[in-house]
C-alpha cells in the first residue's frame, strides 16, 4: 500500500505548529517520560519529520508515538487547532502498515 | 565524538544522555521557527550534574547550548552543532518565604507553575510572558523576559536576587552572585549582567526570586474605540491620574476581529480593543472603577466591560480576549494566505508611551507598503509593541519582504527613541539590529565591552557561541 497521501496529511497538519508548547500544559504522559517526545508538541514535530521521511524511525519516536494516550487534553490549548492524537494515529497507521508490508 | 559522548554518558550516567536523532531534533527547534544542528541532548539534574557538564566540554572545546522550553523568539535557544542541555529535569521549588518575599527555585520551574504555588500563599511572581504555561525561570531569565504586567512590575531583571551559575571552564566552576535580600552592594551588578545574557556568559543553576503581594483588589476596564488616537487619549489620562496601572493593553481592530469569536458576550465589539487593571485596596476599588469608565466613555470607548478583579476580568472572558492575540494573528495569516501552514513573524519593538501614536500609525503605513496580513497587539502601559506579520515559508519573495519589513520596523523603534527589543532578545535574529541600535547611539564601543565580558566568562567561546553579540 502507498502512504504517501497519509504522510501528506501528517505534514499538512503538523506543519501549523508553532512549537509554542502550550498544549504541554495539559498532556498527561508528558510529566512522566524522559524527554519532551512524551508530550504533544514532540509528537507532532516528529510526526511532521516523519511525514517529509527526514527522521529515521528510531527507539524514542516509537515511544513518542505510542505512549500517547490519545486523551485529546493537549487539543483545549493549541492556538492553531491541531488535532494531536489524529496525527499520532495517522503515524501509528503509517508505521504498522509499513512493519506489516514488510 | 563517540569517545567524548561515552565519557559524559560515565560522567552523568546514561539515562541523561540522549544521542538518539529523534530525541535531538526536538531540542532542535525553537519557537521562532529556526531549526539547529545539534547533535546531543543532555538532562542535568542537579548543579554538580551541570558542573560536569561544563567542566567536560571545557576539557573537551565542544559547544554546549542551554535550554529551558524552547519558546524563545530570536534563535536564542537554537543549537548550533554542539550539545544541547535540557534544564527541564531541574525544575524543584527548594523554598517560599513571605517574610523574606523570595521564592528559591531550579531554572527548569515554569512560571506557571511557581505562581500556582505562590497563589496559595496569597502571593505571585509578577513577571508573567504570554508563554507562561510553558516558558521556564531559567529562559526568562536568561531571555530578560516581561509580560501583561510590565507597566507596573517592569521585566526578569527586577525581580532576581540571587543566581547560582556555573561556567565553562577547568573546573566548572559553581558561583553564587548576588544576595538573598533586595538590597545587596556585592561590587559589580553580576546578577543583572546575566538577566538577558541569553545563555551566553554562563548555566543558571538555581534562582533566588523576589516575590509580591497579590493585589487585594484590581478594577479592570475594558472599551473599544473606533480610532488609535481616541484610545491612547484614555490611556494617558488614567497616567495622570496618577492611577498605578497594573496593566494597559491594546489590540488593533483586526486582532479583535478575529479574537472575539466564541468568546460569549463579545459578539457584537469593534475596533481597536484598550484593557487597563488598577491594583488597589478592597475600599479603593469602587471609585477607581467608577473613574475609569468615565474616562474611557469621555474619550469615545463604545462598549465598556468591567471587573472588580484579575479572577473576574478571567471569568467575563476579558483577559482571554487579550490572550487570543497569538491565535488570532495565527487565524489572520491563515485568511489570507488561504492554507492552513503559515508562519507568523513577530516583532518586539518598544518606544517611549509618549510616542506610541506615531509608532502605531507609521508601522501601519510601514506595512500597508509590504501587502504583508498585519495585526497588531502590544503592552502599552510600557511602550512594548508586537506588531506581526503573516507568512508562506514555501514562497521565498515572501520571506524577504518579511525580513525587510522586519528591519524596517526596528529603524522605526530606533527614530522614536526606542530600541529594537523589549522583552524578546537579541538571538540570532537581532544581532543586526543590535549593531544598528548601538551606531545610531554613537556608542558601538558598547559591542566590544560586550564582547570582553563574554571572553571573560566563557574563554573558549563554547557557551551558546554565535548569540546575542
Ligand atoms: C506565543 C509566545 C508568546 C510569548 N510571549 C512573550 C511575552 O509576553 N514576553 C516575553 O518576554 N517573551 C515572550 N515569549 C518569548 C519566550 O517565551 C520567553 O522569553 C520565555 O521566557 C523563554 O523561556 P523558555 O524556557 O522557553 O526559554 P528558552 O527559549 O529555552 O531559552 C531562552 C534563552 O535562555 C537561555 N537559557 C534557558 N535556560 C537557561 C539556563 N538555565 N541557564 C542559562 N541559559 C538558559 C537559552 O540558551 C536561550 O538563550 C513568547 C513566546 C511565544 C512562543
Ligand atoms: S492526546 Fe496524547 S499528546 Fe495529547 S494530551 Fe493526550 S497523551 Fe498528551
Ligand atoms: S499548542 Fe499547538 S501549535 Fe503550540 S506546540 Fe502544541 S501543537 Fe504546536
Redesign the pocket.
Not at chain 2, 65 to 73: D, E, F, H, V
Given at each position: 500500500m502507498d502512504y504517501d497521501d497519509v504522510r501528506s496529511r501528517i505534514i499538512e497538519e503538523a506543519s501549523k505548529c508553532s512549537y509554542?508548547g502550550f498544549c504541554e500544559q495539559s498532556c498527561p504522559t508528558l510529566p512522566l517520560g524522559p524527554h519532551r517526545g512524551y508530550g504533544p508538541r514532540g509528537r507532532v514535530y516528529l510526526a511532521l519529520l516523519f511525514g517529509k521521511k527526514v527522521l529515521t524511525e528510531t527507539r524514542e519516536f516509537r515511544k513518542s508515538v505510542f505512549t500517547c494516550l490519545l486523551c485529546a487534553a493537549c487539543t483545549l490549548n493549541c492556538p492553531a487547532g491541531i488535532d494531536v492524537p489524529n496525527l499520532v494515529r495517522l503515524v501509528r497507521h503509517v508505521l504498522l502498515g509499513e512493519i506489516e508490508a514488510a | 565524538m563517540t569517545g567524548e559522548i561515552e565519557e559524559l554518558k560515565r560522567l552523568l550516567g546514561r539515562d541523561k544522555v540522549y544521542d538518539d536523532p529523534s530525541v535531538v531534533a526536538l531540542y532542535s527547534r525553537?519557537?521562532s521557527g529556526l531549526e539547529g544542528n545539534g547533535f546531543l541532548v543532555v538532562f542535568p539534574e542537579s548543579t554538580s550534574d551541570v558542573s560536569a557538564i561544563a567542566r567536560w566540554a571545557y576539557k573537551r572545546r565542544i559547544p554546549i547550548?542551554?535550554?529551558?522550553?524552547?519558546?524563545?523568539?530570536s534563535g536564542?535557544?537554537v543549537p548550533g552543532k554542539g550539545v544541547i542541555v535540557s534544564?527541564e529535569r531541574m525544575n524543584r521549588i527548594y523554598e517560599i518565604s513571605v517574610v523574606d518575599s523570595i521564592a528559591d527555585v531550579e531554572?527548569g520551574v515554569r512560571i506557571a507553575d511557581l505562581n500556582e504555588a505562590l497563589m496559595t500563599k496569597g502571593y505571585m511572581f509578577p513577571v508573567d510572558?504570554?508563554?507562561h504555561v510553558?516558558?521556564?525561570i531559567?529562559?526568562?531569565i536568561?531571555?530578560g523576559?516581561?509580560?501583561m504586567k510590565g507597566a507596573r512590575y517592569g521585566t526578569m531583571r527586577d525581580w532576581v536576587n540571587q543566581l547560582e551559575i556555573v561556567v565553562p571552564d577547568e573546573k566548572g566552576t559553581v558561583m553564587r552572585v548576588g544576595c538573598r535580600t533586595v538590597k545587596c552592594r556585592q561590587g559589580l551588578d553580576l546578577v543583572r549582567l546575566i538577566v538577558g545574557s541569553?545563555?551566553t556568559l554562563?548555566?543558571?543553576t538555581r534562582a533566588v526570586l523576589r516575590i509580591t503581594p497579590l493585589p487585594e483588589s484590581s478594577p479592570t476596564v475594558m472599551g473599544f474605540f473606533d480610532n488609535v488616537e481616541d484610545l491612547l487619549a484614555a490611556f494617558t489620562e488614567l497616567k495622570t491620574r496618577r492611577y498605578p496601572l497594573l496593566l494597559a493593553e491594546f489590540l488593533d481592530e483586526t486582532a479583535v476581529s478575529i479574537a472575539k469569536k466564541g468568546v460569549a458576550g463579545f459578539e457584537s465589539v469593534r475596533g481597536h480593543m484598550f484593557l487597563a487593571s488598577v491594583e488597589s485596596n478592597h475600599e479603593a476599588a469602587e471609585r477607581i472603577m467608577d473613574d475609569m469608565v468615565a474616562v474611557l466613555k469621555n474619550h469615545g470607548a463604545s462598549i465598556i466591560y468591567t471587573a472588580q478583579s484579575l479572577g473576574e476580568a478571567e471569568e467575563k472572558g476579558l483577559l482571554t480576549i487579550r490572550r487570543r492575540l497569538?491565535p488570532a494573528q495565527i487565524e489572520n495569516a491563515r485568511r489570507f494566505w488561504g492554507k492552513s501552514n503559515v508562519r507568523v513573524f513577530i516583532e518586539d519593538i518598544v518606544v517611549p508611551p509618549s510616542k506610541l501614536v506615531n509608532a502605531i500609525n507609521e508601522l501601519k503605513s510601514i506595512t500597508e507598503k509590504y501587502g504583508l496580513p498585519y495585526t497588531l497587539g502590544g503592552h502599552i502601559g510600557d511602550g512594548n509593541l508586537h506588531p506581526a506579520v503573516g507568512i508562506v515559508l514555501d514562497d521565498k519573495k515572501v520571506v524577504e519582504k518579511a525580513h525587510e519589513w522586519y528591519v524596517e520596523v526596528m529603524k522605526l523603534a530606533i527614530r522614536l527613541g526606542g530600541s529594537i527589543s523589549a522583552?524578546?532578545g537579541i538571538g540570532l535574529l537581532k544581532k543586526d539590529g543590535l549593531r544598528l541600535e548601538m551606531e545610531k547611539l554613537d556608542s558601538i564601543k558598547a559591542l566590544d565591552i560586550m564582547k570582553a565580558i563574554k571572553r571573560a566568562f566563557d574563554p573558549l567561546n563554547i557557551l551558546?557561541p554565535g548569540?546575542l553579540v
Open positions: 509554542c | 525553537e519557537a547550548y542551554p535550554q529551558g522550553s524552547a519558546t524563545s523568539l536564542s535557544a534544564f531554572p510572558p504570554a508563554s510553558v516558558a521556564t531559567g529562559g526568562a536568561n531571555t523576559a516581561g509580560g541569553e545563555g554562563a548555566l543558571v497569538f522583552e524578546h551558546n548569540k
